[in-house]
C-alpha cells in the first residue's frame, strides 16, 4: 500500500496530468502495481477491453453513435519509482505549464494506449511528438533536423479522381 507522503509528493504531478489528458481519462492513480513502466491504463470491471473496444469500433453496420457513450472509461495508473516519472514530477514542480511537460504527458498517455492494446484516436499527431522528443534529446534546433511535418507541400485533393469516377457511371 501506497504511504500518505508519496501521495502528497506526487498529488501536483497527478492533478496536471488530469488537467493535460481531460475527458481521455477518468482519473489518475498513484500505483505500486507496476513494476518497469512509468504508467499504464486500465479499464473498469464493467467496461470495454481494449480488444472489445476494437472489434466494436470495426464492426461494418455498427451504430456510429456507440462510440461516444461506450467508449470504456480509462484509469491511468503511474509508477512512482520510476525514473521517467520522477522526473516527470520535478518538471512539473518546475514549471507545469511547460510545453516539454504536456508532451512528455500525451506521450506517456498515447504510449500506455499503445502498450495497454488500445488504438490511437489520431496516429498523425503521435509521431510529430515523438520527432520533437528526440530532438530535444539529440539536442538538435528544428531547423538542422531538415524533412520536419510543417515544411511539408501539402497534398493535392482527390476531387479530380472523385470527378474521374463519377464520369465512369
Not at 73 to 100: C, F, H, Q
Not at 118 to 131: G, W
Amino acid at each position: 500500500m501506497l504511504t500518505c507522503r508519496l501521495q502528497f509528493v506526487f498529488e501536483k504531478l497527478w492533478k496536471t496530468i488530469k488537467d493535460i489528458l481531460g475527458d481521455k481519462v477518468e482519473m489518475v492513480v498513484i500505483s505500486d502495481r507496476i513494476v518497469d513502466s512509468p504508467c499504464c491504463l486500465v479499464t473498469g470491471e464493467y467496461d470495454w477491453t481494449a480488444n472489445m473496444e476494437r472489434i466494436m469500433k470495426a464492426q461494418a453496420l455498427r451504430d456510429n453513435s456507440i462510440g461516444s457513450y461506450k467508449s470504456s472509461k480509462k484509469t491511468m495508473d503511474i509508477n512512482p519509482d520510476n525514473g521517467i516519472t520522477e522526473e516527470l514530477r520535478k518538471r512539473v514542480e518546475a514549471d507545469k505549464n511547460d510545453k516539454s511537460v504536456k508532451d512528455l504527458v500525451m506521450l506517456l498517455f498515447e504510449t500506455a494506449l499503445l502498450t495497454s492494446g488500445f488504438s490511437l484516436n489520431d496516429p498523425n499527431t503521435f509521431a510529430p511528438r515523438i520527432h520533437r522528443m528526440l530532438k530535444l534529446g539529440l539536442n538538435i534546433d528544428g531547423d538542422e533536423a531538415g524533412g520536419d511535418y510543417a515544411e511539408m507541400p501539402a497534398l493535392e485533393e482527390d476531387s479530380a479522381e472523385e470527378s474521374k469516377m463519377e464520369g465512369v457511371d
